[in-house]
């Protein structure tokens, strides 16, 4: 199976210069969509949905050995994904 990371997102917040930032809320693993390896299915390993996530291009099976999300993101990993990608 081949899964894609996202991040769920806070909502956009006035960042100087007058455009808008968004912050990682929280950082998911997600299948990939049937027929694709660079979309991600309708749900998170974890049962959200992934409508209005950012895909962020990293597939964990590309990275073995390596943790299955961005290490900056570190703080904010869902759990329950993690879990399911532990096993």
Same mark, same amino acid.
């Given at each position: 199976?081949?899964?894609?990371?996202? +991040?769920?997102?806070?909502? /956009?917040?006035?960042?100087?210069?007058?455009? *808008?930032?968004?912050?990682?809320?929280?950082?998911? *693993?997600?299948?990939?969509?049937?027929? =694709?390896?660079?979309?991600?299915?309708?749900?998170?390993?974890?049962?959200?949905?992934?409508?209005?996530?950012?895909?962020?291009?990293?597939?964990? =099976?590309? &990275? /073995?050995? #390596?943790?299955? +999300?961005?290490?900056? &993101? *570190? =703080?904010?990993?869902?759990?329950?994904?993690? #879990?399911?990608?532990?096993?």
């Amino acid at each position: 199976m081949t899964e894609i990371v996202v +991040y769920e997102l806070d909502r /956009p917040t006035a960042a100087p210069g007058g455009g *808008a930032q968004r912050r990682v809320r929280r950082v998911h *693993a997600a299948p990939a969509a049937p027929g =694709s390896r660079t979309v991600a299915g309708p749900r998170t390993l974890c049962g959200k949905d992934t409508f209005a996530m950012e895909t962020t291009g990293r597939r964990p =099976s590309e &990275h /073995p050995g #390596a943790p299955w +999300y961005p290490t900056e &993101h *570190a =703080s904010v990993v869902c759990q329950d994904c993690d #879990a399911v990608m532990e096993v």
